[in-house]
């Protein structure tokens, strides 16, 4: 079963503009989670994470926020760029387990 | 710095034929290794990881075998492929939270 779930399979945004990109987990257990971003044939890049003891973690362009209380994650991406048109995955794990578990992805479009 | 490889970058196998996927670290030792799989349309899926040499843990029982010879070298296996084994598959390491991973290989069995 698919424990972490990216609903929206993709969203365009005009250069600028804020990109928000939202992820929903089931495991009460899991308290790390990743975004990743990925271009065609190319394997993911880690872009940035954030820990179950914080709600906010903050990298340049990129913000991930999380709400515990409603097993939700987002990522916000400002201004948002061209280049920023990738495919991004949410990915989360615990403590006692090796596995990240991905979502199936948002394809994000950012036009001119 | 710490680089992956992986090769091939593309491979064309027809069903019934065995299969040598390899992976390689440089720049840490003892790294945590994983085998990922991406089929079209769907998330990323763990096939298989190691925390040391010759450690392995499958986490999809299938086609496929793992080996991890050296510290740092990643093996994916199969002595026999089966068309649902398409897909982009992509090794990583880890040594911490973060898993960071190689360029994939695209796998298309006819």
């Known amino acids: 079963d698919q424990q972490v779930k990216q609903n929206s399979p993709s969203l365009s945004v005009q250069e600028g503009r804020i990109s928000i990109l939202n992820c929903d987990y089931t495991?009460?257990?899991?308290?790390?989670f990743l975004w990743y971003k990925k271009y065609p044939a190319e394997g993911p890049t880690f872009l940035i994470s954030?820990?179950?003891?914080?709600d906010k973690n903050e990298d340049g362009r990129f913000t991930v926020f999380l709400n515990k209380s409603a097993k939700h994650l987002s990522l916000h991406i400002v201004p948002s760029q061209p280049g920023d048109s990738a495919v991004y995955f949410c990915?989360?794990?615990?403590?006692?387990?090796?596995?990240?578990?991905f979502g199936k992805g948002t394809s994000l479009l950012v036009t001119p | 710095s710490q680089t992956i490889h992986q090769w091939p970058a593309t491979l064309v196998q027809p069903v019934g034929s065995p299969l040598s996927l390899e992976c390689t670290v440089e720049?840490?030792?003892?790294?945590?290794l994983y085998w990922y799989r991406q089929a079209a349309g769907r998330g990323l899926q763990l096939l298989f990881y190691?925390?040391?040499?010759?450690?392995i843990s499958s986490e999809v029982p299938q086609n496929l075998s793992a080996s991890r010879p050296q510290d740092r070298q990643f093996i994916l296996s199969s002595k026999k492929l089966l068309l649902s084994d398409s897909g982009f598959y992509l090794c990583?390491?880890?040594?911490?939270?973060?898993?960071?991973f190689g360029p994939g290989t695209r796998l298309t069995v006819t």
């Open positions: 990583a390491w880890s040594s911490g939270g973060e898993q960071y």
């Open positions: 495991n009460s257990m899991f308290d790390y």
């Open positions: 954030i820990s179950s003891i914080k």
């Open positions: 990915a989360a794990n615990s403590n006692s387990g090796y596995a990240l578990n």
């Open positions: 720049g840490t030792s003892n790294p945590n």
């Open positions: 190691s925390v040391g040499i010759g450690q």
